[in-house]
T-cell receptor, first 113, second 111 residues
Framework: NAGVTQTPKFQVLKTGQSMTLQCAQDMNHEYMSWYRQDPGMGLRLIHYSVGAGITDQGEVPNGYNVSRSTTEDFPLRLLSAAPSQTSVYFC????????????FGPGTRLTVT | RKEVEQDPGPFNVPEGATVAFNCTYSNSASQSFFWYRQDCRKEPKLLMSVYSSGNEDGRFTAQLNRASQYISLLIRDSKLSDSATYLCVVTPRTGANNLFFGTGTRLTVIP
């Protein structure tokens, strides 16, 4: 099993550009989520999904969109990048629908200039 | 007030030492508790769940005090490989679809 994979590992965007961060898991987990990690802030939940076709907002959803067309994939779209979105983004999945005991991907380091 | 608060450290301890971290949570209805470990520039990984009766996994012991709303992690006989940031994680309520993460406590074990 590859576990949770994320692409790209690093990305630099200019303000106003859009892009999609990819996330995939091969563990047949129903629950998937996106977090951002900033210094001194801890991980904060952006969006999550409890199954294909079902998504919901987390703590900091503004500026991001998600979709869940398959169990395996959960892409995160930045609509119009801003410097405040410079962060490390982690995707995670869990066998538990309440999100406990999550497995994280290796992260994407995003810089917006 | 933050959902989960941790002392950021850093804790610098010699090999073989015993070290303890505490974490407090604000929501008394919180249901599930975990410790995750995060190495520098890597993803978090589950270290252990925390049960009401306390639980042990080798050199690691986790305790939960619901009355005082804190969780602790004790590491005995510290190894160099224990150097990492330890994240306290709380699920706010049964059926909740999110976790709240503390900012982490950084541990460095010195030879």
């Amino acid at each position: 099993n590859a576990g949770v994979t994320q692409t790209p590992k690093f990305q630099v965007l200019k303000t106003g550009q859009s892009m999609t961060l990819q996330c995939a898991q091969d563990m047949n987990h129903e629950y998937m989520s996106w977090y951002r990690q900033d210094p001194g802030m801890g991980l904060r939940l952006i969006h999550y999904s409890v199954g294909a076709g079902i998504t919901d907002q987390g703590e900091v959803p503004n500026g991001y969109n998600v979709s869940r067309s398959t169990t395996e994939d959960f892409p995160l779209r930045l609509l119009s990048a801003a410097p405040s979105q410079t962060s490390v983004y982690f995707c995670a999945s869990s066998y538990s629908r309440d999100g406990a005991q999550q497995y994280f991907g290796p992260g994407t380091r995003l810089t917006v200039t | 007030r933050k959902e989960v608060e941790q002392d950021p450290g850093p804790f610098n301890v010699p090999e073989g030492a015993t070290v303890a971290f505490n974490c407090t949570y604000s929501n008394s209805a919180s249901q599930s508790f975990f410790w995750y470990r995060q190495d520098c520039r890597k993803e978090p990984k589950l270290l252990m769940s925390v049960y009401s009766s306390g639980n042990e996994d080798g050199r690691f012991t986790a305790q939960l005090n619901r009355a005082s709303q804190y969780i602790s992690l004790l590491i005995r006989d510290s190894k160099l490989s224990d150097s990492a940031t330890y994240l306290c994680v709380v699920t706010p309520r049964t059926g909740a679809n999110n976790l709240f993460f503390g900012t982490g406590t950084r541990l460095t074990v010195i030879p």
